[in-house]
């Protein structure tokens, strides 16, 4: 067996069908040749298995994302369009699963993480816990259907993590409704030997609920009313308006992060969002590929990568480097069909 055929494991255990993600080293970002692994056996799980549980080794990260590194140093960019179309593929067919699936979100999930895991039915947040979709730090958008799960968190979270790159710990994923339940990390082996044994779906709710603790309050709760207000806004200067209005400690904060964000990726970003609140999930995976198929290879993600990921001078330089140059016929361009062949389609819908 090769060492890519590693990247990802997989167990059959008592009636569930078990997912490791398997690249420690890499914090187990996702690669091609683990989400073609993952979407046939998915499949296969679905007709066979009472429960599928996705978990990781290593113990630091759940899934830290894409490997965006690996994907920029593909010098065609079909490589890196392919990579989307079938992690889509496996966002979807996750957030239509037909049998409970179960994330143990134990250590970091961002980007592609929550893409496995936040479609399922149930997500088991702990105390390692980490979510964020950063992607507008390297000029990306959420994606993986961050389009049709963030406008949809209360209070316009979702709208706050989709343009700051704002990370929560597993206690505030649980208030903000991107886990269902929290266990502490301790017991997570004997959640899922009892998982594996359960036989129907209402069993698996029970040995949730039976292993599952209250968090404690979400830690932004004195700021709930400012994040409603601010990130209600429908333009990303009237979000940084209104943060100038709040002028306290938060709002200052979050207007220092957005200011190193890329500015074309901020306004594509919080149009996606508004257009995603309406959609369903296929359509915001269509959505999201037609913009992410025309940022490989441009200056503006090149740029965000070497500076967060490669060289690490969090120095990057935008083009447009701010929101006012940034015009709506460039953000227009980033949503228009493409040509049909090239289009987003899923391999078990009738779209």
């Given amino acids: 067996m090769t060492e890519e055929n590693n990247y990802v494991l997989f167990d059959d255990i008592n009636n569930a069908g078990v997912v490791i993600l398997n690249r420690p080293k890499s914090l ?10 993952l979407l046939p056996k998915l499949k296969e799980w679905e007709r066979t298995k009472t429960c599928v549980l996705i978990k990781s080794a290593g113990g630091k990260a759940f899934c830290s994302g894409g490997d965006v590194v690996a994907l920029q140093s593909i010098k065609n ?6 990579f989307a179309y079938v992690e889509y593929n496996v966002n979807y067919l996750i957030g239509n699963y037909k049998i409970p699936y179960v994330a143990l979100i134990d250590g970091i999930a961002m980007g592609g993480g929550l893409g ?3 479609h399922g039915r149930y997500r088991v947040a702990t105390e390692n816990t980490v979510v964020a979709m950063p992607e507008t730090k390297i000029g990306l958008l959420p994606d ?25 710990k597993g206690k505030d994923a649980v208030s903000i409704g991107i886990a269902t339940h929290f266990v502490p990390s301790s017991r997570l082996p004997d959640l899922e030997a009892d998982l594996t044994r359960c036989s129907s779906e209402a069993q698996i709710r029970r040995c949730l609920a039976a292993f599952s603790v209250q968090p404690g309050p979400f830690t932004l709760n004195a700021q709930i009313k400012h994040i409603d207000y601010c990130f209600s806004a429908g333009t990303v200067e009237e979000v940084i308006q209104r943060l100038l209005e709040v002028n306290n400690e938060w709002s200052n904060e979050t207007l220092k992060i957005l200011a190193h964000m ?43 990568v070497r500076a967060l990921l490669i060289d690490r001078d969090n120095k990057p330089q935008w083009m447009p480097a701010t929101l006012a140059e940034v015009t709506d016929d460039e953000v227009n361009s980033y949503f228009e069909r493409l040509p049909e062949h090239m289009e987003l389609k899923f391999s078990n819908s009738k779209l």
């Fill in 28 to 37: 187990n970002a996702l690669n091609s040749p683990m989400v073609n692994q």
């Fill in 77 to 82: 960019n079909d490589g890196a369009f392919t």
């Fill in 116 to 118: 496995v895991s936040v």
């Fill in 144 to 168: 993986v259907g961050g389009t049709y799960f963030l406008p949809r968190l209360k209070h316009h979270i979702g709208f706050y993590m989709g343009l700051t790159g704002q990370r929560f």
């Fill in 262 to 304: 890329c500015p074309t990726m901020l306004k594509v970003t919080l149009r996606a969002l508004h257009r995603g609140k309406q959609q369903d999930l296929a359509q915001c995976l269509q959505m999201e590929y037609r913009v992410t198929t025309r940022c490989p290879g441009s200056h503006n993600l090149r740029e965000g």
